[in-house]
């Protein structure tokens, strides 16, 4: 691929990313510990949320990604179904991706509002355009779930 250049100032700049490989031939092992439940939860296809059991706490809406104990008061959190219907808040296109991207690309990155949550989600839009107040739905990996985030995705909802 030839390298555009761009005079500027007296400097020269590529205007073409530098695309190189970096292998890695390393794994990292964890435990999703106290959020086990929301990661279990997709590949059953249920979004779990907390939210707060203190009456006296001020925010009683529920959280996603899900805390163990709430932000606001330290009490320890319950878990609930969340929402599997939202927005798109605000997005990006990655389109050159670092090391390990496990996604193919472009990928339209999206933050996900949904009723009742206090927070934002970030995931991928699997389909389609992203859209600033699309309406999107969950979808879910349960044939081959990866135990991760990547098992959650979000699609349009179509008009009917």
Known sequence: MPV????KGGETFST???????PKDYFHIHTYGGLTKF???????????TRCINPDCEENRMWLPPRNHCPDCFEK?????????GTIYTH?????????????????LISVELGGVCTKLMSYLKEGDPKIGMPVKAVFNTKEPTHTILDLAWVPIEDN
Do not use: D, H
């Open 4 to 7: 555009e250049l761009l005079k």
């Open 16 to 22: 073409s990313p530098l695309v190189i490989k970096n």
């Open 39 to 49: 990661f279990e939860g997709l590949t059953q296809s249920v979004l779990y949320a």
């Open 77 to 85: 959190m319950e878990w609930v179904e969340g929402p599997q219907n």
């Open 92 to 108: 990006s296109t990655v389109l050159y991706p670092g090391s390990n991207f496990r996604l193919s690309t472009p990928c339209p």
